[in-house]
T-cell receptor, first 112, second 113 residues
Framework: DADVTQTPRNRITKTGKRIMLECSQT?????MYWYRQDPGLGLRLIYY???????NKGEISDGYSVSRQAQAKFSLSLESAIPNQTALYFC???????????FGSGTRLTVV | GEDVEQSLFLSVREGDSSVINCTYTDSSSTYLYWYKQEPGAGLQLLTYIFSNMDMKQDQRLTVLLNKKDKHLSLRIADTQTGDSAIYFCAESLVDNYGQNFVFGPGTRLSVLP
């Protein structure tokens, strides 16, 4: 089993729908992150969490929310999806302040 | 603000050496990383270098760090078709969000037969 598992792997949804992307990890890491990847832009940080009671906004948090249900689970929600949220979304974990990160395989989200 | 820059594309012939370059802006970065992303997969840590080092070698990979110019490079010797991927440079730093990695846009390496 992968250390960091993301579900679903692919999703197509309609504008205005609510969607949740899930991430679970078996690394035992306290720190978890959500990034989105767009071609030519690298990875941009959406939200991060240093423990279950700690949630922080990243660079591009507008339109997104997160929930840290347990040390091992960190979910990302789009309350009302819009087409410019079409992207590849990655969850990552780390146990050190300066990394390295362990990444999930990504969720490809398309909003039509 | 923080910025990590990389060229977007690189093509090399199989068996040649590849050199992927990266520039970063934050002199306080303590670790600099190279990640590899194969098609349909997440990012896989390739190697990293601590900022008090100039060079790190790991089998076919050589990382060079020029702190004065804030320039990082990844050299892949004897490049193979399996090395075709996107390579991301990343610096770790403490920014307005408390702590973050800043990733470059990625360099897509194409290995030609």
């Amino acid at each position: 089993d992968a250390d960091v598992t993301q579900t679903p792997r692919n999703r197509i949804t309609k504008t205005g729908k609510r969607i949740m992307l899930e991430c679970s990890q078996t690394k035992g890491h306290d720190r978890m992150y959500w990034y989105r990847q767009d071609p030519g832009l690298g990875l941009r940080l959406i939200y991060y969490s240093f423990d279950v009671k700690d949630i922080n906004k990243g660079e591009i948090s507008d339109g997104y929310s997160v929930s840290r249900q347990a040390q091992a689970k960190f979910s990302l929600s789009l309350e009302s999806a819009i087409p410019n949220q079409t992207a590849l979304y990655f969850c990552a974990t780390s146990d050190l302040p300066r990394g390295p990160y362990t990444f999930g395989s990504g969720t490809r989200l398309t909003v039509v | 603000g923080e910025d990590v820059e990389q060229s977007l594309f690189l093509s090399v012939r199989e068996g040649d050496s590849s050199v992927i370059n990266c520039t970063y802006t934050d002199s306080s970065s303590t670790y600099l990383y190279w990640y590899k992303q194969e098609p349909g997969a997440g990012l896989q840590l390739l190697t990293y270098i601590f900022s008090n080092m100039d060079m790190k070698q790991d089998q076919r990979l050589t990382v060079l760090l020029n702190k004065k110019d804030k320039h990082l490079s990844l050299r892949i010797a004897d490049t193979q078709t399996g090395d075709s991927a996107i390579y991301f440079c990343a610096e770790s730093l403490v920014d307005n969000y408390g702590q973050n990695f800043v990733f470059g846009p990625g360099t897509r390496l194409s290995v030609l037969p």
